[in-house]
Nanobody, 123 residues
Framework: QVQLVESGGGLVQAGGSLRLSCAAS????????MGWFRQAPGKEREFVAV????????VYGDSVKGRFTISRDSAKNTVYLQMNSLKPEDTAVYYC????????????????WGQGTQVTVSS
């Protein structure tokens, strides 16, 4: 069992930065790939980024590539999403998720989800 709690969301102006954190409980955190997804009102949940259980491999969605960075600290059972050069279209609820497999673009692959944190980017 893995429980996930996101934090770090808020209101920021376009061009600014935020760092999201996802604190995980459970002894098997280090064995899970971790992903970030987001969902804007009226839209489907969108893949943002994923990091392998070892941290050696990362993949990003096209809309955030070059601006966002995913990382993990297994000693702290925490995964991060550093978001730079934020745009109004990045406004969404951001969710972290844990995958007992190798990680995926697809939300249905993930076994555990946090409750989400709101990110709002003003123009």
């Amino acid at each position: 069992q893995v429980q996930l709690v996101e934090s770090g969301g808020g209101l920021v102006q376009a061009g600014g930065s935020l760092r999201l954190s996802c604190a995980a409980s459970g002894r098997t955190f280090s064995m899970h790939a971790m992903g970030w997804f987001r969902q804007a009102p009226g839209k489907e949940r969108e893949f943002v980024a994923v990091i392998s259980w070892s941290g050696a491999s990362t993949v990003y969605g096209d809309s955030v590539k070059g601006r966002f960075t995913i990382s993990r600290d297994s000693a702290k059972n925490t995964v991060y999403l550093q978001m730079n050069s934020l745009k109004p279209e990045d406004t969404a609820v951001y969710y972290c998720a844990a995958d007992a497999g190798s990680g995926s673009y697809f939300a249905y692959h993930y076994d555990y989800w946090g409750q989400g944190t709101q990110v709002t980017v003003s123009s």
